[in-house]
């Protein structure tokens, strides 16, 4: 006699379903994160020539919207639980974003600006982490892998291509040209935004302390965070004291620089949906400490190659960074309750934006202190501690 259909087990999203909820979501994200380095290669020009600040100005400018980053990514993803909607904030953090940008093109005072930089800043992550939740939030537990990965390679695509197209824009077209693609790009996201859908299991509005609550009952959330945090950290590190260290052994040639630049990150954006479905087969743990680990070792090798040892360490770099985004984020889905994914999703955001933060604090020290070999061994180090104290964690957990 033929077994009944199991009515309960959820069906396989369709091809349509797919691409409303993981794959138009996903380029999104890119868009928003091309907008974020659209303006870095004009910012001189925006900030000293135009108007007449300084060095320090131009840093503050990133430094403003990354404590806003850290300041409202997890008040955003509470919010998002208690209100049980997503695409509301999504679509104003995208569109306040617009108007902000678009406002730079009338500021003449760096101070005005900054200040501006900072609400734009609480804005820009409103759009972007929430809608990193909404993705998380699509039931397909079994494609999550692959889904986490195709949303983490659109992030770093992004990030890579907005400095070199927006260099163009700023010679060709002068130098608040970018802002005026930002705010456009923007306002379309906020439009586009509008048609994304809602898991209807989020209807159901949750009490504060209900949210807090359930956090505070998955202490093992703090794993995914703490890698992000670290992970974030030695992308920070890299910003600061790579081109310096590429300048010493290469020169000054923008062509030299973007060429290793390049070497890093096409295998890290290219190759994370194949981590992603990795993970898938073997569980998020094995890929996400090996990647780790095995990144820690290559990264203590920076500050001793040379232009063509360099190659294969940026190369090496690039593949195993790929391994590490899509099961970190992967496990954010898996040990957090799906109400409360927002303000997981917040956290792990809120860790990684920190870790960018401090990673050019340390970075600093550590060069003034023992030189480009030194730095990098301290950054490697950071990775490979935390995989051993991850992994003891965890045999413990099981």
Known sequence: MPSSPNLSAPLPPSPSGTLRAVVVPSLFLMAAMFNQTLIVAGLKELMIDD?????????LFFSVEMLAYILFAPLWG???????????????????????????LYVHSIPSLLALRFVQGAFTVMGWSTLMSMVLDQPDEARRGRYMGLMGGALILGVSLGA????????DLGTRAPLWVAG?????????????PEQERLRRQLRLGDIFSTLKGRPRLLLPCIFQF?????????????????????????AVRGKYLALFLLPFAFLQYFAGRLSEKTGPYLPLFAGSLLYGIAMCFVGFS?????????VSLGVLAS????????????????????????????????????????????????????????????????????????????
């Open 51 to 59: 108007l007449g600040g300084t060095t320090t100005d131009a840093s």
């Open 78 to 104: 509470v919010l998002s639980d208690r209100w049980g909607r997503r695409r509301p904030l999504v679509v104003v953090g995208f569109a306040m974003s617009s108007v902000l940008y678009l406002s730079y």
């Open 164 to 171: 070199p197209i927006g260099g163009f824009v700023s010679r």
């Open 184 to 196: 456009g790009l923007f306002m379309i996201l906020a439009l586009g935004s509008l048609a994304l």
């Open 230 to 254: 670290v992970d974030r950290y030695t992308v920070g590190f890299m910003v600061v004291l790579f081109p310096q260290y590429l300048e010493s052994i290469a020169g000054a040639d923008p």
């Open 306 to 314: 040379d232009q063509q040892g360099l190659w294969w360490v940026m």
């Open 323 to 398: 391994l590490m985004f899509p099961p970190a984020i992967t496990l954010t889905a898996q040990l957090s309750d799906p109400e409360t994914r927002g303000s997981a999703m917040g956290g792990f955001n809120l860790a990684g934006s920190l870790g960018f933060a401090i990673g050019p604090l340390v970075g600093t020290w550590a060069h003034a202190t023992g030189g480009f070999g030194f730095a990098f061994i301290v950054s490697g180090s950071l990775e490979i501690l935390l995989v051993a104290v991850a992994w003891w964690v965890v045999r413990r957990w099981r």
